[in-house]
């Protein structure tokens, strides 16, 4: 057995919280271990946020194109995915190479092992045949993986997760898509913009079911203006693929085929990977169960999807910087002398820009989490919808004004189907919720976060100056309407 070697800190996962909890901590003179299995950074510059919303500008660049007529003249629009695969592949992923991202970490300070990380008893961590004993603690970032239904057939047949959907260079003439959440909604209208023949097949009665009704109204009605076919409340039973086409039925006889199927019906962690009946940790949970300061038991702290708070970038690293402040308290807490390396006083001068003592730092509060679906028009979305507010009891008022009638939404020439919803207290007077759906929903978005976050009396936000002609003036009208 090998023999342990000690440091201060491992982090095991390098997604993009755990890389920033690596780095950082390793800037501030603490000696770190970074493990991963696949690639630094991982699912968003790769897989994620990144190549998607390129291939959501090359998109949206088309259907702009073509809103030429009747607004400036006439436009003759031929799309061609090369261009989009190829900056996919130079600019965004380095054709799936992360020697950057590894340079960028070891650079910061950190030392790199490729990898899977595996808990192996407290404050111990084995990747192969090294073991490393943790001085100061253990950071698990090691994300999610797609969650493949238990569909008869489907685990013998070639289908894509959004890795491959990210990868493909040439475009199929056809694709089923399983699953109508924002990923599936995104990557179809990108597909069908480009000439691809899509179908989403949903089980649930909606699309986008997390967001409220009038969203998934908007963004079904949108879709379809692109061609894409859409079925609700369809229970896939059995997959099927021939050599060269797919079928997929569903319950009550229903049955769609296309040369491609991509399945994104969600996401899992693999918490049974990890080793953690080794310190005591519940193996079978769904996600890590970790307190306000990201905390899984004592010395081991988890950021990022694993936490189950959502699969967003924004959110593991708006964790990942409860982390470090937590981990350098805990550090300059259990080594408050001096240190001749010189660690101490690193830790003692990062704490002071961090947040002070052990157990003085930030907490996590998720009230107002920002989510946002970069279909065209954009669903942007904080806080609790109207049915989760009214299933929690609270008095609830709700304003609402479609865009269309706004300035802004006349001179652009938006249809009377995107609006501005808002969800507040009535008890309290602030706002508790909002969705924005519009050209920009995500921008507008911002300004709602703020008044949820910072839970800004109603009366406040009625007096405030909303600038014209902008998306956002609608806010206005919205508040107006709250009853």
């Known amino acids: 057995m090998a023999e342990p070697e000690l440091v201060d800190v491992v982090v095991v996962g390098l997604g993009v919280g755990g890389e920033e909890v690596a780095g950082r901590i390793a800037e501030a003179g603490l000696s770190v271990v970074g493990i991963e299995r696949d690639l630094v950074g991982g699912e968003c510059p790769y897989w994620g946020c990144i190549p998607s919303k390129m291939m959501i500008r090359a998109a949206n660049a088309l259907a702009e194109a073509r809103r030429v007529d009747g607004l400036a003249g006439t436009a003759t629009v031929q799309p061609d995915w090369a261009p989009v695969a190829k900056r996919i592949r130079e600019e965004a992923t380095d054709t799936w190479d992360d020697t950057v991202a590894v340079r960028r970490l070891t650079d910061r300070g950190a030392r790199f092992v490729r990898g899977s990380g595996r808990l192996d008893g407290p404050g111990r961590v084995r990747v192969g045949d090294q073991v490393f004993q943790a001085r100061q603690g253990i950071v698990l970032g090691t994300g999610t993986r797609p969650s493949v239904p238990p569909i008869e057939g489907l685990a013998d047949t070639p289908y894509w997760t959004n ?250 020439r938006v249809g009377d189907e995107d609006f501005i919803k808002l969800i507040a207290d009535a008890d309290k007077g602030v706002l508790i919720g909002a969705t924005s759906v519009g050209p920009a929903g995500g921008e507008v978005l911002s300004a709602l976060v703020v008044a949820v976050h910072a839970a800004v009396p109603v009366s406040q936000l009625r007096q405030m100056i909303y600038a014209y002609p902008t998306f956002h003036r609608a806010i206005e009208d919205a508040l107006r309407n709250l009853s």
């Open 163 to 412: 890795h491959q959907a990210i990868e493909v260079e040439q475009l199929p003439e056809s694709l089923l898509v399983l699953g109508g959440g924002a990923i599936g909604l995104e990557l179809s209208q990108v597909f069908a913009r480009f000439g691809v023949r899509v179908t989403v097949v949903e089980a649930l009665d909606r699309v986008l079911a997390l967001e409220e009704p009038e969203a998934s109204e908007v963004a079904a009605a949108a879709l379809r203006a692109d061609g894409v076919e859409i079925h609700t409340g369809v229970r896939a039973e059995r997959v099927e693929h021939d050599g060269s086409r797919f079928t997929l039925r569903g319950a009550g006889g229903a049955e769609f085929t296309a040369d491609r199927l991509l399945v994104v019906t969600g996401r899992r962690a693999h918490l049974d990977e990890l080793g953690l009946d080794t310190v005591g940790v519940d193996a079978t949970q769904r996600y890590l169960s970790v307190d306000d300061r990201l905390h899984v038991t004592d010395g081991i702290w988890a950021v990022g999807d694993v936490t189950g708070e959502g699969a967003f970038t924004h959110i593991a690293m708006y964790q990942a910087a409860i982390v470090i402040a937590d981990v350098l308290a805990h550090a300059r807490k259990s080594n408050p002398g001096a240190d001749p390396s010189g660690t101490a006083s690193v830790i003692g001068g990062a704490m002071g820009a961090a947040s002070g003592s052990a157990g003085s730092g930030p907490r996590a509060d998720y009230r107002a989490l920002p989510r946002v679906t970069f279909t065209d028009p954009e669903v942007g979305a904080v806080g609790l919808t109207e049915q989760q507010a009214r299933e929690r009891g609270i008095n609830v008022q709700v304003g609402f004004t479609k865009l269309g009638g706004s300035t802004r939404g006349w001179i652009h």
